[in-house]
């Protein structure tokens, strides 16, 4: 994998993460997540995004659920603080300092 995809694909994570913590119940679904990712700049889509949120399920950062045709996730306490810099994952973009 180039070193721009991994780049990209780990500052998804991050923003996925960050946009779950900043929720009352953690929670969105995926098609929220992919317009929040476009305004961060990164435009690939929806697949892509499910892909990282598949991706973050696996190392225990978010719970998905499907309902219907959509993913509805919900960070999970090690992801919240990865997101709020309590804790480093592997794989996902480290938090600024600023916030």
Known sequence: MSDYLTHMREHVRLIILRALADEPAYT???????????AF?????RDFVRAEIRWLETI???????LASALIVTATQ??????QRRLVLDGVRRPSAEG
């Open 28 to 38: 969105h679904n995926d098609a929220i997540l992919t317009d929040i990712a476009k």
């Open 60 to 66: 225990g950062a978010v719970t998905v659920r499907e």
């Open 41 to 45: 700049a990164v435009d690939r889509g």
């Open 78 to 83: 090690r992801g919240v603080d990865h997101a």
